[in-house]
């Protein structure tokens, strides 16, 4: 069974300018989860998707995130514009059922100058 | 909400030595997974255990679901076993997201 496919690996840009990472999830996983992980710090949720829905983006900063699942598969995250304390890796993960097991990406590495 | 607590936070081994690591956490789950992330930085599912055992190769794992704690058992430890080791739980009855420990940082040196 093929993973979860996160693009690009790596991402390098100067604070105030704008970045977009791209999930594809698991084939037929319906959950689909975005999460933030600073250096040194456990992995935090920013936002969750079941098919195309939010279910919770009460940790998402607003303000500056975005996030869209069409279609209810791939998903995309957007900062815009970033800061310097945006630096972290990005996390997708999916689920077969909200209670099942998660599978995370390989992760961006996001770095913010 | 949940407190997920990994004890315990750094451990350094030579090759070959056993090592357990804990888990607690504050409330009812109704999963948990226990993850290594390598060196660039993906999170590899070790197991999925919300209770009981399971075992895969030299590693296992054990949670007791009604006294709120987690272990994993690493025996015959090898250098490719370092890396960080997240704890992370599904909550009862709150949100269905997955709440993490900090990590243990495990350093096996030849």
């Known amino acids: 069974e093929a993973g979860v496919a996160q693009s690009p690996r790596y991402k390098i840009i100067e604070k105030r300018q704008s970045v977009a990472f791209w999930c594809n999830p698991i084939?037929?996983?319906?959950?689909l989860y975005w999460y933030q992980q600073i250096l040194g710090q456990g992995p935090k949720l920013l936002i969750q998707f079941q098919n195309n829905g939010v279910v919770d983006d009460s940790q998402l900063p607003k303000d500056r995130f975005s996030a869209e699942r069409l279609k209810g598969v791939d998903s995309t995250l957007k900062i815009q514009p970033a800061k310097l304390e945006d630096s972290a890796v990005y996390l997708c993960?999916?689920?077969?059922?909200?209670?099942?097991?998660?599978?995370f990406g390989s992760g961006t590495r996001l770095t913010v100058v | 909400g949940i407190q997920v607590e990994q004890s315990p936070p750094d451990l350094i081994l030579q090759e070959g030595a056993n090592s357990t690591l804990r888990c607690n956490f504050s409330d009812s789950v109704n999963n948990l997974q226990w993850f290594h992330q390598n060196p660039w930085g993906q999170l590899i599912n070790l197991f999925y255990?919300?209770?009981g055992t399971k075992q895969n190769g030299r590693l296992s794992a054990t949670t007791v679901a009604t006294e709120r704690y987690s272990l994993l058992y690493i025996s015959s430890s090898q250098t490719t076993d370092s890396g960080v080791y997240f704890c992370?739980?599904?909550?009862?009855?709150?949100?269905?997201?997955?709440?993490f420990g900090k990590g243990m940082k495990l350093t096996v040196n030849p």
């Open positions: 255990i919300p209770s």
């Open positions: 993960a999916s689920t077969e059922w909200t209670a099942g097991g998660y599978t």
């Open positions: 084939s037929g996983h319906a959950t």
């Open positions: 992370a739980v599904l909550p009862k009855g709150g949100s269905e997201k997955l709440v």
